[in-house]
C-alpha cells in the first residue's frame, strides 16, 4: 500500500479516538535504521505546504524594529545573567539575527541557544538588511519550516494540529518524508517504519517500501 493511503487510514484511525477539550498536534516519527547519528549528523530543514500555527519569533537587531519582536545589540549586556538568558530562550521558537551581529550573538547567547537547538541558522535564520521585506520574508519562510534533527535513531516531528484537514496533514508528511529520503544516505533503506500519532493517542506504525 502506497504511503498516502498508509497515511489517510492512520488518521481515520486516530480520529476514531475520545475527543480532548484541547486540540491535539499531530506527531510524525520516523523510525531509522543501519544510521549511525553520531557518525552521520542530520540537521535539516523542510518547507512544508501547510502551516498549523505561526511560531514565536525574535530577532537580534542593531535597531529596534516594528516588525519583529526585537533584542537590540545594547540589550545584549542584559543577558549575562542566566535566569534572564534561559527565560528568553523558552520564551521564544525561534530567533533569527543581522549577519553582522552574529559573532556576538554567539558569544552573549550560543551558550543556552546552541544546546537548545535555537541559535539562528545560515539555512534560514539570518538576514543582511533588518527592513520590513526581508524580516516578513523571513518570518514567513520560518513559519511555513520545520527543523529535523536526529540526535537519536528515532525522529519525532509536529506535522499539524487534529482540526486541520486530512489532505493539509498528508502533505505536510510527505514534504518530510521525501526531504528526508534526500538527506539519509541509503534512502528508503535508512527507514525502519514510520508512525503517526496524536498527543494522547498511541501511535500507529506503517510501513515503508
Known amino acids: ?122 539555512q534560514i535564520g539570518i538576514v543582511l538588511n533588518a527592513d520590513e521585506k526581508a524580516t516578513n520574508e523571513l518570518k514567513e519562510k520560518i513559519n511555513t519550516s520545520l527543523r529535523i534533527r536526529a540526535k537519536e535513531p528515532s525522529i519525532k516531528v509536529a506535522v499539524g494540529k487534529e482540526d486541520m484537514k486530512d489532505e493539509e496533514i498528508i502533505e505536510n508528511v510527505l514534504s518530510i518524508y521525501n526531504e528526508l529520503l534526500k538527506a539519509l544516505p541509503r534512502d528508503k533503506e535508512n527507514i525502519k517504519n514510520i508512525e503517526l500519532k496524536f498527543t494522547m493517542t498511541k501511535p500507529i506504525k506503517m510501513k515503508v517500501r
Do not use: C, H, W
Open 1 to 122: 500500500m502506497e504511503l498516502q493511503e498508509q497515511l489517510k487510514l492512520a488518521l481515520t484511525e486516530l480520529r476514531k479516538n475520545e475527543s480532548k477539550k484541547f486540540k491535539q498536534t499531530v506527531d510524525l516519527i520516523v523510525n531509522l535504521q543501519k544510521f549511525e547519528v553520531k557518525k552521520t549528523p542530520l540537521n535539516i530543514f523542510v518547507r512544508i505546504p501547510n502551516k498549523s500555527k505561526d511560531k514565536k519569533i525574535a530577532a537580534f537587531f542593531e535597531s529596534e524594529s516594528e516588525f519583529i519582536d526585537t533584542i537590540t545589540e545594547i540589550d545584549f549586556k542584559k543577558y549575562s545573567d542566566k535566569k534572564k538568558l534561559k527565560n528568553l530562550v523558552k520564551k521564544y521558537d525561534f530567533f533569527i539575527a543581522q549577519a553582522k551581529l552574529m559573532p556576538k550573538v554567539a558569544t552573549v547567547f550560543g551558550r543556552v541557544l546552541g544546546p537548545a537547538g535555537k541559535m539562528p541558522s545560515p
